[in-house]
């Protein structure tokens, strides 16, 4: 009897066991089926990495992006964030029931979210911001009691927020960057777990309900771009967890209570820019004492700077710009030692710049323009050895620029316009950083001759409106990166000085109401990307060059001058003829054109050859024309790049190419720019965004955008880039994504390989005078294919056309063979693989023969 029991007993035993095993065998089962029906609604190239990972063949368990129990071996973490993810979320994720944590952001996930996600009764978190999800809101999800994070940040999520959440025990609600409409619920209030509320880029209307005064726990509040009205809540001033609170670009009215700062000790970051403010900024803020940033541009308030924000050590931003405020800027506001950008424009500021401003050693940027502040510029604005940025125009300042302002080595931008300034001191030619120099509109006088030095990064330079006087120098063709140059309403006197045709990047040249004589020099002819020119209202005479930019230009760009002559389109005197002249001309032609040409090639083919021979780092020190080094600390956050861009939105995309989008931007100083971000998910992306960091930010030419600065985290890789019209954009968009294309598939790095390549481009661009942007090119058709098409049949068609009209006879045929053994250097400098290209010591033999080509027959 005892062993039948016992038997009994271990049978039951047994089969208890075996079916507790089939039972989590089939929930097993239930978890890999889920899995496979969420990977079967996903569009998936053969080379993703959950294709091979994702298989039957091994356990699920052990899948990419997969966690599970111990014990009983369930699903409880599924985390796919950034791997390029595209389709639809499935319905059988509602079959994962032990799932805690679920994270798919930063994906391409479309469509609506499965109401499904509500049967995941032990979820804890769910992240799917940074896709392209949109309906509405599940209000399923009121039964995941679990729930304390939900983000569905940066989608495009419509409807309002279900009043069911209330019930939920919600540590983090991140719903920016959506399209949302409807009033701020204010059961949010009944929340009391609440630690961040993130609800900005909506369109939530209306006021900003008291009822969330009560969120004690509260830490962040993001309540920026919306439709926001009425005032701020007084009570959101009075929470001691309270670190960061943004109510910036709403129509916020109202004043910011007096004792705004007296409870936030914890407060690093505040932001309230663009609404309605009005009243004085409280001084009590200066009790915030970890307070960092610092946004309250854009509005109406008035009255003084407090003087006590000067105890604000930390502080790093301080952007108060546009505004009404009045009276001097506070002598305390030199203690701000870690302070990165002063942003005091556009206000009703008088007085002068204090002495102190020396103390904030570490400031990058100092914006004052269009005050009323008087005075002379403080000497001890030369101690700020940081400052890349001085923009005081508009003022009244007076006397001469600072000589000490060439220890200011550091200097992008200096703008002074529109003020009282006297004289440039000799020192400003120093700064060889300096990429922008406006000293317009000021009464600035004496001559240029002897202190002007070469810039070789200068972009833009206005001198306009002043009474500098003397001969222009000629040191000014050495500005080699000149794109914008403006001398206009000065005295200047005697010749145009010829070395103005070296500045070949030029597309802005004002010289006009100056006293300038003698004739127009024909090297100007060589600036053939000028779009605007202006030298009336002078003395000048003789014949007005026919070719390069002066083609195109209208009557204008000569008036005043009575002793000019050219054509009568012009609206000036013909000019006497010279037959005897013109009889030379097939003769002299390739003395005057192509041997230039050729022997400029051949000197630049020469100095490749030498900095390979010699390398970069023995010549810096002498020749050294680098950038401006990146400052230690980033100017342009993630945070203010979302704000800048709407969140990314569609709205604002520019365009998309196969490395990445560009997106249209406005930075918190009001900057217009071009974000490109890049698509981390290509093979070698962070290589192509160092690479393209370093070209940018050392390179200077027309053609290539100007890199202002770059965003890097582990989830993000933007360059910030100078805005271009839309005319303009359209074109470099193409060009910009083409040549990176081309770099991925040639595999063109940083290489002897890679300097021939673009001297190749360079060589083909000069004879045919065609650019790689043009619009002939595109698709398969680039400026290397056009040309190595047309050689066997064609090949006289591609060259520039005043290279072809030498006359008939022997100088034809001579220069058709020159002309044609240029370019073929020139397609083999290109050829597709790297390898295959002529090294530089081959090119410069080929290109000495082509020029003693030039010289035998223009002696002939």
């Not at 929930?27 to 080379?47: G, H, R, Y």
């Not at 569905?152 to 919600?170: D, R, W």
């Not at 960057?177 to 939530?204: A, Q």
């Not at 000085?497 to 004589?517: E, Q």
Request: hydrophobic content about 40%; overall charge neutral; proline content about 4%.
């Amino acid at each position: 009897m005892e062993m039948h029991s016992e038997a009994s007993i271990l049978g039951a035993l047994v089969l208890h066991s075996c079916m507790l095993c089939l039972a989590i065998s089939t929930s097993n089962f239930t978890d890999q089926s889920a899995l496979l029906a969420f990977k079967s609604e996903i569009k998936l190239s053969s080379t993703h990495v959950l294709v091979k990972n994702w298989t039957v063949n091994s356990n699920f368990c052990d899948w990419l992006g997969v966690s599970c129990s111990r014990r009983r071996q369930r699903v409880t973490d599924l985390s796919l964030r950034g791997l390029g993810l595209q389709g639809t979320i499935s319905p059988h994720i509602g079959n994962l029931s032990f799932l805690v944590q679920l994270d798919l952001s930063n994906n391409s996930f479309r469509g609506h979210l499965t109401q499904e996600v509500g049967r995941l009764r032990r979820l804890k978190s769910i992240a799917l911001e940074d896709n392209g999800l949109e309906g509405n809101i599940p209000v399923s999800l009121y039964n995941c009691q679990k729930l304390q994070i939900f983000s569905l940040a940066s989608n495009k999520f419509t409807g309002g927020i279900p009043q069911e959440f209330s019930v939920l025990p919600l540590r983090m609600l991140l719903l920016g960057g959506n399209m949302l409409t409807g009033r701020v619920p204010p059961f949010l209030g009944n929340i009391s777990s609440l630690r961040w509320l993130g609800i900005e880029y909506n369109n939530f209307h209306g006021n900003v309900p008291t009822e969330l005064e009560s969120l004690s726990n509260l830490e962040r509040l993001h309540f920026d771009a919306n439709e926001l009205s009425g005032s701020i809540p007084p009570g959101m001033f009075n929470k001691s967890s309270m670190y960061l609170m943004s109510f910036s670009f709403n129509d916020l009215s109202g004043y910011l209570p007096s004792t705004a700062g007296l409870w936030l000790p914890n407060l690093e970051k505040f932001a309230a820019a663009r609404n309605q403010l009005r009243g004085n900024i409280p001084s009590s803020l200066s009790n915030c004492s970890k307070l960092s940033h610092l946004y309250l541009y854009g509005n109406l308030f008035d009255g003084p700077i407090p003087a006590s924000f000067g105890q604000l050590e930390l502080l790093q931003y301080l952007i108060l710009h546009t505004n009404q405020l009045a009276g001097q800027i506070p002598q305390e506001i030199g203690s701000l030692k870690n302070l990165y950008v002063l942003f005091l424009a556009n206000n009703n500021l008088d007085g002068s710049i204090p002495s102190t401003v020396g103390g904030m050693a570490r400031l990058q940027r100092l914006y004052l323009w269009n005050n009323t502040i008087e005075g002379s510029i403080p000497l001890e604005i030369c101690s700020l050895g940081n400052l890349g940025e001085m923009d005081l125009h508009d003022n009244k300042l007076s006397g001469p620029l600072p000589s000490c302002i060439g220890n200011l080595s550091n200097l992008k931008v200096i703008i002074l316009s529109s003020n009282s300034l006297s004289s440039i001191p000799s020192s400003l030619w120093i700064l060889d950083n300096l990429f922008t120099l406006n000293l317009s509109f000021n009464s600035i006088s004496g001559s240029l001759e002897h202190n002007l030095r070469a810039l070789k990064v200068l972009g833009s330079m206005d001198l306009s409106w002043n009474q500098i006087s003397g001969n222009i120098p000629s040191t000014i063709g050495d500005f080699q990166s000149l794109t914008s140059l403006n001398l206009s309403r000065n005295l200047f006197s005697g010749s145009m000085p010829g070395s103005v045709g070296n500045l070949i990047t030029l597309d802005f040249l004002d010289l006009s109401h100056n006293n300038l004589s003698g004739a127009i020099p024909k090297s100007l002819e060589a600036l053939s990307h000028l779009k605007m020119f202006n030298l009336s209202f002078n003395k000048l005479s003789g014949e007005i060059p026919t070719s390069g930019p002066f083609v195109n230009l209208t009557a204008q760009s000569f008036i005043g001058n009575e002793a000019l002559c050219g054509k009568s389109i012009l609206q000036v005197s013909p000019c006497e003829t010279n037959s005897s002249s013109k009889s030379s001309e097939p003769k002299d032609y390739l003395l005057r054109y192509v041997l230039p040409a050729v022997a400029s090639v051949v000197v630049l083919a020469s100095l490749v050859y030498m900095l390979k021979k010699y390398p970069r780092s023995k010549v810096l020190n002498e020749h050294s024309v680098d950038l401006l080094p990146i400052a230690e600390h980033k100017l342009i956050s993630y945070q203010e790049l979302r704000h800048a861009t709407n969140n990314f939105s569609e709205a604002n995309l520019l365009g998309v190419g196969s490395v990445g989008s560009v997106y249209k931007g406005i930075l918190y100083d009001g900057t217009t720019v071009a974000v490109k971000i890049l698509n981390l998910q290509l093979d070698g992306a962070l290589k192509s965004f160092d690479a393209e960091c370093k070209v940018l930010g050392s390179v200077r030419h027309r053609n290539l955008v100007k890199l202002i600065s770059s965003c890097s985290n582990l989830d993000l890789r933007a360059l910030i880039l100078q805005y271009m019209p839309n005319g303009s954009l359209e074109k470099w968009l193409y060009s910009h994504n083409y040549c990176l294309d081309l770099l991925q598939r040639v595999n063109i790095i940083v290489s002897t390989e890679g300097d021939m390549y673009s001297f190749g481009v360079m060589l083909l661009e000069t004879f045919t005078r065609k650019k790689p942007t043009d619009e002939m090119f595109s698709g398969r058709m680039s400026l290397r294919q056009w040309v190595d098409d047309s050689l066997c049949t064609k090949y006289m068609e591609v060259f520039d056309e005043g290279l072809t009209k030498t006359g008939g006879g022997r100088d034809m045929a001579i220069t058709q063979a020159i002309l044609l053994a240029t370019l073929e250097i020139g397609l083999d400098c290109t050829k597709e693989m790297p390898k295959e290209r002529s090294g530089i010591k081959e090119v410069i033999l080929k290109l000495n023969h082509v020029k003693m080509q030039v010289l035998n027959s223009g002696g002939a």
